[in-house]
């Protein structure tokens, strides 16, 4: 069993080139989530989808666009990265909004 | 504007020690308390989560005490060993809503010591 698999694992950018960071889960979840992890800021939300066809904005939203493709997808696009958004970002699907969150293993990228 | 304080940052702990980390929050709209714990390289994971209709949650070496009216809630680690050296993440999260479906704090870094 999968769970949430993001893909890719590692990206070097450099700034103004875009991207998509893309995301699948398995466990037939409704809401999923972005989040970017950085040193001493914790985990912050960038964009979530409670259910499928809609998205909302998280805390830290710009620079970003997301598309939930369907049920199982869930991707974040970086139209022209910038090097504020070296990060790591993880995937994550809970069964319904506010339930218990489980995250993939997350991507790192690096803009340079 | 953070939600949810923890501390410490970090945290050095003899093995079969007792680790302490602790969370503070504003908002009383907060219901479920979540802490994950992170492994190095690997994506945060549900350890343990509490509700604030009780004062307490253990399970196995592991226990939540909540405090509503201090707006406190502390994640003990008994027994202290090293495989429990990550980072833990405290969570709070409100069923009304808003823009953040679960608010974290910021981290604290464990490194059980042999």
């Known amino acids: 069993n999968a769970g949430v698999t993001q893909t890719p694992k590692f990206q070097v950018l450099k700034t103004g080139q875009s991207m998509t960071l893309q995301c699948a889960q398995d466990?037939?979840?409704?809401?999923m989530y972005w989040y970017r992890q950085d040193p001493g800021m914790g985990l912050r939300l960038i964009y979530y989808s409670a259910s499928e066809g809609t998205t909302d904005k998280g805390e830290v939203p710009n620079g970003y666009n997301v598309s939930r493709l369907n049920k199982r997808e869930f991707s974040l696009r970086l139209e022209s990265a910038a090097p504020s958004q070296t990060s790591v970002y993880f995937c994550?699907?809970?069964?319904?909004?506010?339930?218990?969150?489980?995250f993939g293993e997350g991507s790192w990228l690096t803009v340079v | 504007q953070q939600q949810v304080k923890q501390s410490p940052q970090s945290l050095i702990v003899q093995k079969g020690g007792i680790s302490i980390i602790n969370c503070a929050y504003e908002n009383t709209a907060f219901d479920y308390f979540p802490w994950y714990q992170q492994f190095p390289g690997k994506g945060p994971a549900l350890l343990i989560a509490i509700r604030p209709d009780v004062s307490e949650k253990k399970e196995g070496r592991f226990t939540i005490s909540f405090n509503k009216s201090a707006k406190q809630f502390s994640l003990h680690i008994m027994d202290s060993q090293p495989g429990d050296s990550a980072t833990y993440f405290c969570a709070a999260f409100s069923r009304l809503g808003g823009n953040t479906p679960l608010v974290f704090g910021k981290g604290t870094r464990l490194s059980v010591i042999a």
């Open positions: 994550a699907s809970s069964e319904n909004y506010g339930n218990t969150i489980y």
């Open positions: 466990m037939n979840h409704n809401s």
